[in-house]
């Protein structure tokens, strides 16, 4: 058994941290808010480049990983907030052209009763929509939609269709039903790295910030909320790497179950943490000076997308025999 | 990354497994829980069975008499034992996973030699004189003095928690040897022979009812100078040092019964009748147990994390165990809660009620708030992961 990461695990790791640093420091995600709205699409491309988008896709073309790896590329992409449908376009590599080389950037939807609230719709190329049959292409400017004016995450931007056109059924409900798996466990990795750039940033901070003549990390009741923040990020990552393993070994455990408490868990965990990094940073975390409101926002974008806490917490108990 | 065993270690289990489905089946009946020399005599007993079987110490190093088994071996003996309901190490607990490792590590060869062999046999039972009335989390105040008078050590104090301490055979006894030094620096730790004169010994009745610890009064007790382990005033790194052996296995067991009860829960729900259906028709309360079997098995994997890393030798030791400890008792705290909701007043019995194995809830349930405060409460387990893992200041004296 080896469940750590071993050294083509860390490269990768590395390798992906670097990329994130170089295409998206802070300061490039905070002027994309006021630019793109979010999306760049030079940029995208240079995800693309980077084999962000065609992990799974079989060399020479792409890079030929399992999930056991993907997941930690999605655990970096998520720890700096990489705006846009990045698990729709991963998803779609092998089945929309140019989505594996970030040429064409896809969204997805999904078909439900009322209206749907559509996120990049101005950027994206393709919106895949899956209902119970499986997965339709619809061309994103056949979708009437309107702007959502204030969007809670300013780097998602949303838009409202009262309805979403029928498209061109592309993939049936049994590649629907693996994407469910892969998608929800790649959304809870990049919550993983939301809720553990979270602890950094409220660490940093307690470290610095001097209240009461002592810095405030040194008090019990802040140092217990980080150490809180901590145990949170680590236990949902182990689930999230295990999920990935099993996803990929399915000798390995009940993966259906294990994806589900990851999705779960992380997604409590980037929510539950940026939370606490807005109480440790205090009055200035409440203000949008300050980056910590943008990993909770987008901590709540990722809870919408995959599955929902209570179905999930209903499913895995609906496995104990 | 990987959740696969190697050829060897599945081999390993099944030659486990096929000993436990021989042995198991030959124990005598369970002694009552009150009744201590019959538990001594049946926890050895079992002991004994192991050492014959070559399964004693199983995670003891080679040249101290263990197995040797790896970290990945002794997650497969712990896992196997607990599903199959072997005993559990009951009095053995002290000797073979405290007092035991911390004599291979820091004692004289001749103190080897003299315990270490018995431990292993079960021939000789350990118990633990560390925490004080006024040292509980702040351990290292501790205030039981050790005067040198020749070459005996005068002893007089009072230690708590003491659990098997009515029949053990040593102690493994932390002293103040120095009153002057800085309080780390003047301890020193001791063998204890049980059956020394000024010993006296209390029973301390927990909120289960049952009996394991005890307060014990030391009041002039001479200990040989021969029996103290390390250097004198060294005794605080000494009994520090098993904390570096941690392997992540320490709740291994625990975990493999915990989810097991969660299992059983969903069927006392599925049979609990409710509202003219089933308490398992609640929503709420099926999302409740689903959201509790998702963080066990992130504690698994935690684990094989962890484990991982001790093999590797990555990681910093002891530390993923705070981690640990920190969710899992947090986690039986709340999963105890629910098991009684669930009980209704089936939950105000310790006994099984009415065909329902409600008793193992119930006790768990209170056995639960103790491990929130044991080795270490989670309030000092949440100093020790904000200091040493985050790096934050210590808070001033």
Not at chain 1, 249 to 272: T, W
Request: aromatic share 6%; proline share 5%; hydrophobic share 45%.
């Amino acid at each position: 058994m080896n469940f750590d990461l071993d050294d083509g695990e860390r490269a990768l790791q590395q390798g992906i941290r670097d990329v994130c640093a170089r295409l998206f420091p802070m300061e490039r995600v905070r002027s994309l808010e006021q630019e793109t709205g979010g999306l760049d699409r030079k940029l995208w491309r240079e995800l693309g480049d980077a084999g962000v988008f065609s992990l799974r896709v079989p060399e020479p073309e792409g890079v030929g990983l399992g999930m056991t790896q993907e997941v930690l590329v999605y655990e970096e992409l998520g720890r700096s907030i990489v705006p846009g449908p990045l698990v729709s376009t991963h998803l779609a590599a092998g089945l929309v052209e140019g989505a594996a080389s970030g040429e064409r950037i896809v969204g997805m939807a999904e078909r439900g009763r009322g209206p749907a609230i559509l996120g990049h719709l101005d950027a994206i190329d393709v919106l895949l929509v899956i209902d119970a049959d499986g997965i339709s292409s619809v061309e994103p400017s056949a979708v009437r939609a309107t702007p959502v004016a204030r969007p809670l995450d300013p780097l998602t931007p949303m838009h409202l269709a009262s309805e979403l056109p029928a498209g061109e059924r592309v993939a049936g409900p049994d590649v629907l039903e693996r994407w469910r798996l892969d998608g929800a466990a790649l959304i809870a990795a990049m919550s993983v790295g939301i809720a553990s750039a979270c602890v950094e940033q409220a660490v940093a901070y307690a470290k610095e910030r001097k209240q009461f003549g002592r810095v405030i990390g040194s008090f019990q009741a802040v140092k217990h909320i980080c150490a809180d923040m901590l145990v949170r990020a680590e236990l949902a990552r182990a689930s999230v790497y295990a999920a990935g393993v099993m996803l990929d070994d399915p000798s390995a455990g009940d993966a259906a179950r294990q994806v589900a408490g990851a999705r779960l868990l992380a997604v409590e965990a980037a929510v539950a943490n940026g939370k606490a990094n807005i109480q440790v940073h205090g009055g200035m975390g409440y203000t949008w000076e300050v980056d910590a409101h943008l990993f909770l926002k987008r901590a709540m974008v990722l809870q919408t997308r995959f599955g929902r806490a209570d179905s999930l917490a209903g499913a895995i108990a609906q496995t104990l025999t | 990354m990987d959740l696969r065993f190697s050829e060897s270690d599945e081999a390993f289990r099944a030659e486990l497994r096929a000993w436990l489905a021989a042995e198991l089946p030959k124990l005598p009946p369970k002694p009552s829980l009150d009744d201590w020399p019959a538990r001594r005599a049946w926890d050895t007993a079992w002991q004994r069975t192991l050492f014959d079987a070559g399964y004693a110490g199983i995670n003891w190093s080679k040249d101290v008499g263990g197995r040797g088994a790896s970290p990945t071996e002794h997650l497969i003996f712990l896992e196997e034992t607990e599903r199959a309901g072997a005993p559990y190490v009951g009095v053995n607990f002290v000797g073979l996973l405290h007092a035991g490792p911390t004599l291979a590590a820091e004692a004289s060869p001749e103190q080897k030699q003299a315990h270490l062999p018995r431990i292993l046999r079960g021939d000789e039972v350990w118990c633990q004189g560390f925490s004080e009335p006024g040292a509980g989390s702040d351990l290292a105040a501790l205030s039981t003095r050790a005067v040198r008078d020749g070459d005996h050590y005068v002893v007089t104090g009072q230690k708590i928690w003491t659990s098997f301490a009515q029949v053990a055979d040593y102690c493994e006894l932390l002293v103040r040897t120095d009153p002057d030094a800085p309080k780390h620096r003047g301890i020193s730790w001791l063998i204890m022979p049980m059956d020394s004169p000024g010993i006296e010994i209390q029973p301390l009745r927990t909120i289960v009812g049952s009996t394991e610890f005890s307060q014990m009064f030391l009041d002039g007790v001479r200990i040989p100078v021969e029996n103290r382990v390390g250097a004198e005033n060294d005794g605080w790194r000494v009994a520090m040092v098993t904390f570096s052996f941690e392997r992540g296995t320490a709740f291994v067991g625990e975990l493999v019964r915990t989810r097991a009860l969660v299992e059983d829960l969903a069927k006392i729900a599925r049979s609990s009748a409710r509202n003219g259906g089933t308490a398992w028709d609640d929503d709420g309360l099926r999302r409740e147990l689903g959201h509790m079997a998702a963080e066990l098995d992130a504690l698994w994997a935690l684990t094989c994390r962890n484990i991982t890393q001790a093999e590797r030798g990555t990681g910093v030791p002891g530390l993923g165990g705070s981690v640990f400890k920190l969710a899992y008792t947090e986690l039986r705290s709340r999963l105890g809660d629910l098991a009684m909701k669930l009980l209704d007043r089936a939950a105000l019995s310790l006994d099984d009620i009415d065909g329902i194995e409600s008793g193992i809830h119930v006790e768990r349930w209170m056995n639960a708030m103790s491990l929130t405060i044991a080795a270490g409460t989670s309030q000092i387990q949440r100093n020790i992961v904000g200091e040493r893992m985050l790096g934050l200041p210590k808070e001033p004296a």
